[in-house]
T-cell receptor, first 115, second 112 residues
């Protein structure tokens, strides 16, 4: 069984559209994350939720809105897509935030291409 | 502001060699340091996590060391195999923070 899954795996869309990426983990973890990996392969944290509470909200355009309906899911909605949003988006989860709970488990990534 | 650097950006070695990947960070007030590998088109896999109070961690042919005072960590891979080919990333969590600060990675190619 897949531990951290993301859908879709590939997403090609036009500028200006609104799209969502879904993430689910079946590990029973309390903490989930969204990362963006750009063309230079740098990973940057976007958001993190712990027990459905937003704890990390980095400098990200407000066109990006995370939603955590329960501890096992963290979805990412993007409004008015721009060319610069093209990247690979990774979801991850960890047991928690405290010592010995921090190891993160990553999903396979969603490759977003905005035309 | 914490910055994480990995040198070299790419490394190619023959199969069977022992090798060392380097990671440096600018602020020694860290909570932990983690090493991950990323295979092309795939997500990241956690390899080793070193707490700030630890000097090293080992898993199979991998050994990671941490020297906080000098702001350095190394990932030692013994008896390299073609299956070790991947990009290796280092990430640091600062004291009092939840997020990881990432290096750009070292792309490792093991030639059969």
């Amino acid at each position: 069984d897949t531990a951290v899954s993301q859908t879709p795996k590939y997403l090609v869309t036009q500028m200006g559209n609104d799209k969502s990426i879904k993430c689910e983990q079946n590990l029973g973890h309390d903490t989930m994350y969204w990362y963006k990996q750009d063309s230079k392969k740098f990973l940057k944290i976007m958001f993190s939720y712990n027990n459905k509470e937003l704890i990390i909200n980095e400098t990200v355009p407000n066109r990006f809105s995370p939603k955590s309906p329960d501890k096992a899911h963290l979805n990412l909605h993007i409004n008015s897509l721009e060319l610069g949003d093209s990247a690979v988006y990774f979801c991850a989860s960890s047991p928690g935030l405290m010592r010995n709970q921090e190891t993160q488990y990553f999903g396979p990534g969603t490759r977003l291409l905005v035309l | 502001k914490q910055e994480v650097t990995q040198i070299p950006a790419a490394l190619s070695v023959p199969e069977g060699e022992n090798l060392v990947l380097n990671c440096s960070f600018t602020d020694s007030a860290i909570y932990n340091l983690q090493w991950f590998r990323q295979d092309p088109g795939k997500g990241l896999t956690s390899l080793l996590l070193i707490q700030s109070s630890q000097r090293e961690q080992t898993s199979g042919r991998l050994n990671a060391s941490l020297d906080k005072s000098s702001g350095r960590s190394t990932l030692y891979i013994a008896a390299s195999q073609p299956g070790d080919s991947a990009t290796y990333l280092c990430a640091v969590r600062a004291d009092g923070d939840y997020q990881l600060i990432w290096g750009a990675g070292t792309k490792l190619i093991i030639k059969p």
